[in-house]
């Protein structure tokens, strides 16, 4: 279709249409005359839900004007100034107007707009809301950070929905703040050195920005906030990841503009906290004068009538570590109400460092405050989402579950997410995204890609880029109609040119693979490839492209476990049983028997009828007192198995096995109807 004839069905000049399709999602290059019809009518549909938009948000502002008018009570005068950028999240406004979030949800549904708290506004409709309840509002810079609600907050709101029976104490999570040159780093270092380091053997092989201890069996976790990103964003969240806070201040300089902004973050979030007097080993140490300045900002020590403590402390003589330890466990013991956890409740936790690894992707530093993780744990932190697959802990041990309190990096999330982002079960706030009885209504800026909630289907999501119309219409029609078992493509965006922020925004988003064909890829944009942790490929060879897409479907294609009967064995002796293990003998009657099996005890009743007993794993098998791996039928064996069914002499054991059935992952197209 002609750019011409384009402009002219949407009532718009030549150029202000060429200016509007970059915003739309369509690139087409400044010199096109021309535009695919395809393409073109995706314009046009674009376009309408781009007026249409602004006519919602006209009748919006038409009615709460029309009800400011009618209504007889006058509103509290409130003299706030609020910053709201172009998205903002129902959580966040209401953390910027200090109201609850329900006050806001009441506000958005009674103006017709039905957005669930993880959902964003676009500017428009959270600035008619602020507005509404109050506020005056001024649109944000781009690239502003806005402040989240309380993480304090929602770990309340977590915990007030479990069942207060199932709660039960976890470590505390303690931040270290201060002056930059007061020894914070050394502290650590020292509580570090004294007690991981006295029972690991080799210490700690990674840095993962958290660390925890042991100390008279209590453990306690440190955020490591000295030179780490973390320190700056809890800072933005209002220094809400910790319970506890250790201020250091050097006994031999006095309150620094530092120490100052740390005693408001700590007094804004109501922390429980001791002052760490630290470098007392210092011929011009004098700890007295710095309490005095403590006293003159109303921080009173203990011992002049206040209820600050304030400890001398030598991180490098370590002298004051074992004081300060018993200190911190004191007062997490006095606010052990505040410290406790489910951890078969409700996941949630918060995302203290991240970056991507180049041989195992997206890498997260966690710690969870409720619920726990385990292999196959769909989750959701930020905008990425993804399958826990394994942790690591501050030793690079491996973790298959993460309870709360404990530090980890976490694996299997398909991008990297941002510092401060909560990490949650990813169905569960699919769910709460949901209304029943009507469907949701969302003002967006993603057009018609596909939310994250997505990714719970077997879809390989592609945005393509392409060097002309020919290539790319090659492209889309033989990737399009492709399918892998119950995997397909879906191709969320595609247009001529190289690929832009906007693609990779656009991949953040729904989870894509972006792919270019005989495109040049800019410098800035591979570093944002780079930092943004989507997948990313580069082509000149079409048939390479179609075969790593064919190859990337086929390895999504989920193998089913059955299980199948692999010999049967008779018990002709049981020598040991001892709580859940026991060591028997037997013949192999049919089959074979191997370790790493599952055994069914079957027994003989009165009336001579077999029943089941229960299941037992089997984890060794001897032969002739050595240990092997299979003993075929005929011959005689001794097995060591653990379970809670009890084992007698006669009992049958059905041996079975799992295997894995790999689906059929041949590549067709669907059929045309």
Not at 66 to 89: D, H, M, T
Request: aromatic content about 4%.
């Amino acid at each position: 279709m002609n750019i011409t004839e384009l402009a002219r069905q949407l009532k718009i000049t030549p150029q202000e249409l060429k200016a509007e399709l970059p915003q739309l999602g369509f690139h087409i290059g400044a010199k096109a005359i021309q535009i695919p019809e395809e393409q073109a009518q995706q314009v046009i549909e674009k376009w309408k839900q781009k007026q249409n938009k602004a006519k919602e948000i006209k009748k919006i502002k038409e009615k709460i004007n029309k009800a400011k008018e009618e209504s007889s009570e006058e509103k509290e005068e409130k003299n706030s100034l609020i910053k709201i950028p172009a998205s903002i999240g129902v959580y966040d406004l209401a953390a910027k107007m200090d109201l609850p979030v329900m006050k806001v949800m009441n506000e958005l549904i009674k103006n017709g707009v039905l957005s669930s708290i993880n959902e964003n506004l676009d500017y428009e409709i959270a600035a008619i809301i602020a507005e509404n309840l109050g506020f005056q509002v001024q649109k944000g810079e781009k690239g502003e950070k806005v402040n989240a609600l309380s993480f304090k907050k929602k770990v309340e709101e977590t915990l007030s929905n479990e069942n207060a029976e199932e709660l039960i104490s976890r470590p505390p999570v303690v931040v270290i703040m201060g002056h930059v040159d007061h020894g914070k780093s050394s502290i650590l270092d020292a509580i570090r050195e004294s007690q991981i380091v006295a029972q690991e053997k080799g210490g700690i092989t990674q840095h993962i920005g958290s660390y925890q201890i042991e100390y008279k069996n209590s453990l306690i976790t440190f955020i490591d906030t000295p030179g780490h990103e973390a320190f700056e964003s809890m800072r933005a969240h209002g220094g809400s990841f910790a319970d506890l806070a250790v201020l250091v201040i050097s006994a031999d300089d006095k309150i620094q503009p530092q120490t100052l902004e740390s005693i408001k973050v700590i007094q804004q979030e109501e922390l429980p906290f001791i002052v760490a007097l630290n470098k007392i080993d210092k011929t011009d140490a004098d700890p007295e004068r710095i309490k005095k300045e403590l006293a003159e900002i109303n921080l009173l020590p203990e011992e002049w009538g206040g209820e600050v403590t304030c400890l001398p402390i030598s991180a490098k003589e370590k002298t004051g570590i074992d004081d300060l330890l018993e200190t911190i466990i004191l007062l997490a013991d006095l606010n052990k109400d505040t410290l406790l956890s489910n951890s078969q409740g409700s996941l949630l936790g918060i995302v203290l460092e991240s970056h991507l690894d180049l041989g195992l992707g997206p890498v997260a530093t966690i710690i969870l405050y409720n619920g726990s993780l385990k292999k196959g744990d769909n989750i959701i932190a930020g905008q990425s989402q993804g399958r826990f697959k394994f942790a690591k802990d501050q030793y690079g041990k491996t973790v298959e579950r993460v309870e709360p309190g404990l530090p980890v990096q976490i694996f299997g999330l398909k991008a990297v997410p941002q510092v401060g982002d909560l990490l949650q079960d990813a169905e569960s706030k699919i769910t709460t995204n949901k209304y029943e009885g009507g469907s949701l209504k969302k003002f967006s800026t993603r057009g018609d890609a596909p939310s994250s909630d997505s990714a719970q289907a077997k879809y390989v999501k592609l945005i393509i880029r392409a060097d002309v119309l020919g290539s790319l219409e090659a492209i889309n029609n033989s990737l399009r109609d492709l399918v892998c078992s119950d995997v397909e493509v879906k191709i969320i965006k595609s247009g001529l040119g190289s690929p832009t922020e906007a693609d990779i925004e656009t991949a953040k988003t729904t989870g894509s693979w972006l792919i270019s064909f005989n495109v040049s890829v800019s410098h800035s944009v591979q570093e944002l490839i780079k930092n943004s942790g989507i997948k990313a490929s580069s082509y000149n060879v079409i048939y390479k492209l179609i075969e790593d897409v064919e190859d990337f479907m086929k390895s999504l294609v989920k193998p089913e476990l059955k299980e199948e009967k692999i010999g049967q064995l008779e018990v002709l002796e049981v020598f040991h049983q001892a709580g859940a293990e026991t060591i028997l003998g037997g013949r192999v009657t049919e089959g074979k028997v191997s370790s790493k099996s599952i055994a069914r005890v079957w027994r003989l009743n009165a009336n001579q009828k077999k029943e089941i007993q229960g299941e037992l794993k089997i984890t060794q098998v001897q032969s002739n007192k050595s240990d092997v791996s299979m003993v075929p039928a005929g011959k005689e064996c001794g097995l060591k198995v653990t379970g809670k069914t009890k084992v007698e002499k006669g009992d049958l054991l059905e041996i079975c096995q799992e295997v894995k059935c790999l689906p059929k992952n041949e590549i067709q197209r669907k059929s045309k109807k």
